[in-house]
């Protein structure tokens, strides 16, 4: 898989990274979590995805000087159920 050392946040490039190295020796299509059916395959396409865009980002928002922000938080955000 390819490498984020060039992302435009190197913390979540070097953080991609990581996840990376996880997902790589795992059996193709293996469920990480069976009760979101989240697979091998669901990180390894955003990983992908991520990865074609690494260079996007917020980068055209934010003068050159300015080091990239940083999420207010680690963890995923949590979605309202309905």
Known sequence: ???F???FD???GAA?????AWVEPLPEG???DPVSRLTER???LI???LHATRLAGDAQDRPMNEPPRSAGRA???LTAKS
């Open 1 to 3: 898989m390819a490498d």
């Open 75 to 77: 963890s995923v955000p």
């Open 47 to 49: 990983l992908r995805r």
């Open 30 to 32: 293996a469920v990480i």
């Open 42 to 44: 669901d990180l390894a």
């Open 5 to 7: 050392d060039d992302s």
């Open 10 to 12: 190197p913390e979540l």
């Open 16 to 20: 991609c990274n990581r996840l990376a």
